[in-house]
T-cell receptor, first 112, second 113 residues
């Protein structure tokens, strides 16, 4: 069945460091891919998405590129801030499936 | 525009009881999905409704059920509660296509004693 695998956390970085959170997926066809973020005490919110191969999603300085050949959707940011501390979830959905399939989540801790 | 609202925010029940959770989607959204979030299993899909019809269901026992009303509001019910049902239950609404963004509510924290 479909699945999403994320790197385990927590990931601890210093402010202004470069961030990569790895995400790979297994799915038939051409799923849509998403990154959601859950800030402490808040609900899940969409960070970015990509709906076809080679698409790049971007938002708030974060980017991720849909790589069909490596079945990956890694999240990157060039310079992280303390306010980026949160749990990040990679997810996919397939046509006619109407559900999000989630990775386990990666907790990101940014130290000043 | 008001976001997704879920009631109640917190619930404490005992084993064997049943519970009903409510979700009001964003105005104009016809799809409502439910997810269970636990530390051990992460986020798992329960079911999705669109225009009062269940379009997909996850791998949960029949004790978990849901419905959607004509105004798109949705409820989920869990009967014969078990300790393992303790979780954060999240509702999300969207326009209804698979690549549409899902907007999440704050969740209902259910504790089963």
């Amino acid at each position: 069945g479909d699945s999403v695998t994320q790197m385990e956390g927590p990931v601890t970085l210093s402010e202004e460091a470069f961030l990569t959170i790895n995400c790979t997926y297994t799915a038939t066809g051409y799923p849509s891919l998403f990154w959601y973020v859950q800030y402490p005490g808040e609900g899940l919110q969409l960070l970015l998405k990509a709906t076809k191969a080679d698409d790049k999603g971007s938002n708030k300085g974060f980017e991720a590129t849909y790589r069909k050949e490596t079945t990956s959707f890694h999240l990157e940011k060039g310079s992280v801030q303390v306010s980026d501390s949160a749990v990040y979830f990679c997810a996919l959905s397939r046509d006619s499936n109407y559900q999000l399939i989630w990775g386990a989540g990666t907790k990101l801790i940014i130290k000043p | 525009k008001a976001g997704v609202t879920q009631t109640p925010r917190y619930l404490i029940k005992t084993r064997g009881q049943q519970v009903t959770l409510s979700c009001s989607p964003i105005s104009g959204h016809r799809s409502v999905s439910w997810y269970q979030q636990t530390p051990g299993q992460g986020l798992q899909f329960l079911f999705e409704y669109f225009s009062e019809t269940q379009r997909n269901k996850g791998n949960f026992p029949g004790r978990f059920s849901g419905r959607q009303f004509s105004n798109s509001r949705s409820e989920m019910n869990v009967s014969t509660l078990e300790l393992g049902d303790s979780a954060l239950y999240l509702c999300a609404s969207s326009l209804g296509s698979t690549n549409n963004e899902q907007f999440f509510g704050p969740g209902t924290r259910l504790t089963v004693l």
